[in-house]
Protein backbone atom coordinates (compact mmCIF):
# COMPACT_ATOMS: atom_id res chain seq x y z
CA UNK A 1 0.00 0.00 0.00
CA UNK A 2 0.97 3.53 -1.21
CA UNK A 3 0.20 6.54 0.24
CA UNK A 4 -0.26 9.63 -1.99
CA UNK A 5 -0.89 13.31 -0.77
CA UNK A 6 -1.56 15.88 -3.43
CA UNK A 7 -1.26 19.10 -1.68
CA UNK A 8 -0.19 22.54 -0.66
CA UNK A 9 3.22 23.48 -1.13
CA UNK A 10 3.20 26.81 1.30
CA UNK A 11 6.00 29.11 2.58
CA UNK A 12 4.67 30.45 5.72
CA UNK A 13 5.38 34.46 6.72
CA UNK A 14 4.55 33.88 10.22
CA UNK A 15 4.10 37.54 12.23
CA UNK A 16 4.11 37.12 15.91
CA UNK A 17 1.43 39.97 17.52
CA UNK A 18 -0.06 40.74 20.43
CA UNK A 19 -3.34 40.14 18.83
CA UNK A 20 -4.72 39.70 15.60
CA UNK A 21 -5.10 42.97 13.67
CA UNK A 22 -8.52 44.40 13.69
CA UNK A 23 -10.04 45.96 10.58
CA UNK A 24 -8.48 49.13 9.85
CA UNK A 25 -6.05 48.67 12.28
CA UNK A 26 -2.29 49.07 11.95
CA UNK A 27 -0.21 46.66 14.56
CA UNK A 28 3.29 46.28 14.85
CA UNK A 29 4.72 42.86 14.87
CA UNK A 30 6.86 41.46 17.64
CA UNK A 31 8.90 39.10 14.97
CA UNK A 32 8.76 37.65 12.32
CA UNK A 33 10.02 34.17 10.79
CA UNK A 34 9.77 32.02 7.51
CA UNK A 35 8.84 28.54 7.92
CA UNK A 36 8.03 25.95 5.00
CA UNK A 37 4.28 24.76 5.70
CA UNK A 38 1.16 24.26 3.70
CA UNK A 39 -0.97 21.57 4.59
CA UNK A 40 0.28 19.05 1.83
CA UNK A 41 3.59 19.65 2.75
CA UNK A 42 3.26 19.32 7.20
CA UNK A 43 0.91 16.12 6.30
CA UNK A 44 3.18 14.39 4.26
CA UNK A 45 6.30 15.23 6.38
CA UNK A 46 4.27 14.12 9.40
CA UNK A 47 3.52 10.59 7.38
CA UNK A 48 7.10 10.28 6.63
CA UNK A 49 8.27 11.33 10.08
CA UNK A 50 6.14 8.59 11.92
CA UNK A 51 7.82 6.43 9.56
CA UNK A 52 5.43 5.65 6.66
CA UNK A 53 6.49 6.30 2.90
CA UNK A 54 4.96 8.88 1.37
CA UNK A 55 4.67 10.57 -2.07
CA UNK A 56 4.27 14.27 -2.19
CA UNK A 57 2.36 15.49 -5.42
CA UNK A 58 1.75 19.07 -6.48
CA UNK A 59 3.18 22.02 -8.07
CA UNK A 60 5.87 24.67 -6.77
CA UNK A 61 6.83 27.93 -8.59
CA UNK A 62 10.35 29.04 -9.59
CA UNK A 63 11.79 29.80 -5.64
CA UNK A 64 10.42 26.29 -4.88
CA UNK A 65 13.51 24.38 -3.93
CA UNK A 66 13.44 24.94 -0.23
CA UNK A 67 10.28 22.18 -0.80
CA UNK A 68 12.45 19.61 -2.40
CA UNK A 69 15.59 20.08 -0.05
CA UNK A 70 13.07 19.77 2.62
CA UNK A 71 11.48 15.95 1.43
CA UNK A 72 15.24 15.47 0.82
CA UNK A 73 15.97 16.18 4.47
CA UNK A 74 12.66 14.02 6.22
CA UNK A 75 12.45 11.34 3.46
CA UNK A 76 9.10 12.54 1.31
CA UNK A 77 9.31 10.85 -2.12
CA UNK A 78 9.26 13.92 -4.75
CA UNK A 79 8.85 12.38 -7.55
CA UNK A 80 5.73 14.09 -8.64
CA UNK A 81 6.63 17.44 -7.48
CA UNK A 82 6.08 20.16 -10.46
CA UNK A 83 8.18 22.96 -10.79
CA UNK A 84 6.25 25.81 -12.85
CA UNK A 85 6.35 29.32 -14.16
CA UNK A 86 5.64 31.73 -11.56
CA UNK A 87 5.57 31.71 -7.33
CA UNK A 88 4.97 29.03 -5.00
CA UNK A 89 2.17 29.46 -2.74
CA UNK A 90 2.46 31.01 1.04
CA UNK A 91 0.66 32.09 4.01
CA UNK A 92 1.07 35.05 6.01
CA UNK A 93 0.56 33.95 9.57
CA UNK A 94 -0.28 36.03 12.62
CA UNK A 95 -0.09 34.65 15.86
CA UNK A 96 -1.10 36.08 18.66
CA UNK A 97 -0.11 36.35 22.44
CA UNK A 98 -2.19 33.33 23.26
CA UNK A 99 -0.72 31.36 20.48
CA UNK A 100 -4.02 31.62 18.12
CA UNK A 101 -3.60 32.20 14.83
CA UNK A 102 -5.21 33.16 11.65
CA UNK A 103 -3.88 32.56 8.02
CA UNK A 104 -4.14 34.71 4.73
CA UNK A 105 -3.53 32.07 1.79
CA UNK A 106 -1.72 32.82 -1.64
CA UNK A 107 -2.43 30.53 -3.88
CA UNK A 108 0.20 30.22 -6.07
CA UNK A 109 1.55 27.38 -7.76
CA UNK A 110 -1.08 25.27 -6.08
CA UNK A 111 -3.77 26.40 -8.28
CA UNK A 112 -1.81 25.23 -11.09
CA UNK A 113 -2.44 21.81 -11.48
CA UNK A 114 -4.11 20.40 -14.67
CA UNK A 115 -5.77 17.06 -15.59
CA UNK A 116 -3.07 16.30 -17.38
CA UNK A 117 -0.88 16.49 -14.37
CA UNK A 118 -3.45 14.36 -12.56
CA UNK A 119 -3.66 11.78 -14.91
CA UNK A 120 0.16 10.84 -15.02
CA UNK A 121 0.73 10.72 -11.47
CA UNK A 122 -2.46 8.93 -10.43
CA UNK A 123 -1.13 6.39 -13.33
CA UNK A 124 1.38 5.34 -10.68
CA UNK A 125 -0.87 4.49 -8.26
CA UNK A 126 -3.89 1.62 -7.75
CA UNK A 127 -6.61 -0.41 -5.91
CA UNK A 128 -5.88 -0.03 -2.38
CA UNK A 129 -3.45 2.85 -1.88
CA UNK A 130 -3.95 6.02 -0.03
CA UNK A 131 -4.67 9.23 -1.42
CA UNK A 132 -4.41 12.10 1.19
CA UNK A 133 -6.29 15.82 -0.19
CA UNK A 134 -7.01 18.85 1.75
CA UNK A 135 -8.80 21.92 0.14
CA UNK A 136 -5.73 24.12 -0.94
CA UNK A 137 -4.70 23.01 -4.59
CA UNK A 138 -6.87 23.38 -7.25
CA UNK A 139 -8.56 20.37 -9.48
CA UNK A 140 -10.62 18.50 -6.40
CA UNK A 141 -13.02 17.40 -7.79
CA UNK A 142 -11.35 15.96 -10.64
CA UNK A 143 -8.83 14.46 -8.30
CA UNK A 144 -11.40 12.46 -6.54
CA UNK A 145 -13.11 11.23 -9.68
CA UNK A 146 -10.34 9.52 -11.00
CA UNK A 147 -8.51 8.19 -7.75
CA UNK A 148 -12.33 6.97 -6.76
CA UNK A 149 -12.16 5.04 -10.43
CA UNK A 150 -9.06 3.65 -9.35
CA UNK A 151 -10.55 2.10 -6.06
CA UNK A 152 -7.98 4.49 -4.50
CA UNK A 153 -8.83 5.36 -0.43
CA UNK A 154 -9.41 8.73 -0.42
CA UNK A 155 -8.41 10.54 2.85
CA UNK A 156 -9.92 14.07 3.08
CA UNK A 157 -8.96 16.81 5.29
CA UNK A 158 -11.27 19.39 4.36
CA UNK A 159 -9.53 22.34 5.07
CA UNK A 160 -9.88 25.32 4.50
CA UNK A 161 -13.76 25.08 4.34
CA UNK A 162 -15.03 26.46 1.08
CA UNK A 163 -17.39 26.84 -1.39
CA UNK A 164 -15.05 24.98 -4.00
CA UNK A 165 -15.59 22.03 -1.74
CA UNK A 166 -19.52 21.79 -3.11
CA UNK A 167 -18.19 20.09 -6.28
CA UNK A 168 -16.53 17.79 -4.71
CA UNK A 169 -18.73 13.73 -4.54
CA UNK A 170 -17.68 13.37 -0.49
CA UNK A 171 -19.68 10.43 -0.81
CA UNK A 172 -16.19 8.82 -2.41
CA UNK A 173 -14.23 9.42 0.55
CA UNK A 174 -12.87 7.07 2.77
CA UNK A 175 -11.49 8.90 5.45
CA UNK A 176 -12.98 12.49 6.84
CA UNK A 177 -10.29 14.40 8.88
CA UNK A 178 -11.59 17.95 9.98
CA UNK A 179 -11.81 19.65 13.08
CA UNK A 180 -15.46 20.89 14.64
CA UNK A 181 -15.72 23.88 12.71
CA UNK A 182 -15.22 22.20 9.47
CA UNK A 183 -17.86 19.46 10.89
CA UNK A 184 -20.00 22.58 11.45
CA UNK A 185 -19.37 23.52 8.01
CA UNK A 186 -19.84 19.82 6.30
CA UNK A 187 -23.06 19.14 8.30
CA UNK A 188 -24.60 22.97 9.62
CA UNK A 189 -24.80 21.46 13.28
CA UNK A 190 -22.49 22.50 15.82
CA UNK A 191 -22.65 19.87 18.98
CA UNK A 192 -19.78 17.67 18.38
CA UNK A 193 -21.97 14.24 19.09
CA UNK A 194 -24.71 15.69 16.82
CA UNK A 195 -21.54 16.45 13.79
CA UNK A 196 -20.32 12.62 14.13
CA UNK A 197 -24.25 10.91 14.58
CA UNK A 198 -24.82 13.44 11.34
CA UNK A 199 -21.86 12.70 9.61
CA UNK A 200 -22.13 8.82 9.48
CA UNK A 201 -25.90 9.30 7.86
CA UNK A 202 -24.20 11.32 5.14
CA UNK A 203 -21.45 9.28 4.22
CA UNK A 204 -22.28 6.09 6.15
CA UNK A 205 -19.23 4.12 4.95
CA UNK A 206 -16.87 6.25 5.76
CA UNK A 207 -14.74 6.66 8.67
CA UNK A 208 -14.85 9.80 10.60
CA UNK A 209 -12.05 11.40 12.79
CA UNK A 210 -13.37 14.80 14.54
CA UNK A 211 -11.04 16.85 16.36
CA UNK A 212 -12.31 19.14 19.10
CA UNK A 213 -9.06 21.16 20.42
CA UNK A 214 -8.75 21.71 24.20
CA UNK A 215 -11.48 19.32 24.23
CA UNK A 216 -9.44 16.03 22.56
CA UNK A 217 -10.75 13.98 19.62
CA UNK A 218 -13.12 11.62 18.33
CA UNK A 219 -13.16 8.56 15.94
CA UNK A 220 -16.14 7.25 14.55
CA UNK A 221 -17.06 4.19 11.92
CA UNK A 222 -19.91 1.93 10.94
CA UNK A 223 -19.03 -0.53 14.25
CA UNK A 224 -16.77 1.39 16.61
CA UNK A 225 -15.95 4.72 18.24
CA UNK A 226 -13.07 6.26 20.39
CA UNK A 227 -12.80 9.03 22.82
CA UNK A 228 -8.75 10.28 22.95
CA UNK A 229 -8.15 13.39 25.01
CA UNK A 230 -4.97 15.96 24.20
CA UNK A 231 -2.07 16.04 25.91
CA UNK A 232 -1.58 19.76 27.88
CA UNK A 233 1.23 21.27 27.20
CA UNK A 234 1.76 25.19 26.74
CA UNK A 235 1.12 26.10 23.14
CA UNK A 236 3.76 28.19 21.47
CA UNK A 237 2.26 28.00 17.76
CA UNK A 238 -0.69 25.91 16.88
CA UNK A 239 0.06 25.88 13.23
CA UNK A 240 0.11 22.87 11.91
CA UNK A 241 -0.89 21.03 15.25
CA UNK A 242 -4.11 19.38 13.04
CA UNK A 243 -1.55 18.19 9.64
CA UNK A 244 0.66 16.05 12.75
CA UNK A 245 -2.62 14.59 14.21
CA UNK A 246 -3.68 14.16 10.39
CA UNK A 247 -0.28 12.56 9.12
CA UNK A 248 0.34 10.39 12.25
CA UNK A 249 -3.40 9.03 11.97
CA UNK A 250 -2.88 7.84 8.90
CA UNK A 251 0.46 6.56 9.45
CA UNK A 252 -1.37 4.72 12.20
CA UNK A 253 -3.60 2.92 9.33
CA UNK A 254 -1.35 2.44 7.14
CA UNK A 255 0.62 0.85 9.50
CA UNK A 256 -2.46 -1.33 10.50
CA UNK A 257 -2.69 0.03 13.99
CA UNK A 258 -5.37 -0.42 16.29
CA UNK A 259 -7.54 2.50 16.53
CA UNK A 260 -6.75 3.80 20.38
CA UNK A 261 -3.19 3.12 19.53
CA UNK A 262 -3.04 5.79 16.49
CA UNK A 263 -5.41 8.25 18.33
CA UNK A 264 -3.04 8.22 20.92
CA UNK A 265 0.21 8.36 18.78
CA UNK A 266 -1.37 11.49 17.22
CA UNK A 267 -2.40 13.02 19.62
CA UNK A 268 1.05 13.15 21.50
CA UNK A 269 2.36 14.33 18.45
CA UNK A 270 0.14 17.15 17.80
CA UNK A 271 0.77 18.51 21.30
CA UNK A 272 4.66 18.35 20.82
CA UNK A 273 3.92 20.47 17.57
CA UNK A 274 2.23 22.66 19.64
CA UNK A 275 4.97 23.17 21.67
CA UNK A 276 7.08 24.39 18.96
CA UNK A 277 7.43 27.15 16.49
CA UNK A 278 6.99 26.83 12.87
CA UNK A 279 4.80 24.54 10.89
CA UNK A 280 7.51 21.84 9.12
CA UNK A 281 9.98 21.71 11.32
CA UNK A 282 7.97 21.41 14.37
CA UNK A 283 6.23 17.83 13.77
CA UNK A 284 8.23 15.30 15.68
CA UNK A 285 9.99 12.34 14.48
CA UNK A 286 8.63 8.81 15.81
CA UNK A 287 11.17 7.85 18.40
CA UNK A 288 10.26 11.27 20.08
CA UNK A 289 6.52 10.67 20.37
CA UNK A 290 6.94 6.83 21.49
CA UNK A 291 9.57 8.08 24.12
CA UNK A 292 7.25 11.20 25.26
CA UNK A 293 4.36 8.58 25.71
CA UNK A 294 6.31 5.76 27.46
CA UNK A 295 6.84 8.57 30.08
CA UNK A 296 2.96 10.42 30.13
O1 LIG B 1 -2.39 23.97 8.56
C1 LIG B 1 -1.38 24.92 8.65
C2 LIG B 1 -0.98 25.41 7.28
O2 LIG B 1 -2.08 26.09 6.71
C3 LIG B 1 0.15 26.40 7.25
O3 LIG B 1 1.42 25.78 7.19
C4 LIG B 1 -0.19 27.29 6.08
O4 LIG B 1 0.72 27.23 5.03
C5 LIG B 1 -1.59 26.86 5.65
O5 LIG B 1 -1.56 26.03 4.56
Given at each position: ??????????????????????????????????????????????????????????????????????????????????????KSGHAV????????????????????????????????????????????????????????????????????????????????????????????????????????????????????????????????????????????????????????????????????????????????????????????????????????????
Amino acid sequence: MKVLNIGSMNLDLVYRVDHIVQPGETEASVSMNTFLGGKGMNQSVALAKAGVEVYQGGMIGEDGQPFLDACAEYGVRADFIRKVEGKSGHAVIQIDSSAQNCILLYGGANQMLTEAYVDEVLSHFGSGDILLLQNEVNLLPYIVEKAYEKGMQIALNPSPFNEKLSAVDMTKISIFLLNEVEGNQVTGLTVPEEIIVKMQEMFPHARIVLTLGKDGAVYADGEERFFQPIFPVKAVDTTAAGDTFTGYFLAGLAEGMAIPEILKMSAKASSIAVSRAGAVPSIPYRDEVMAALAQA
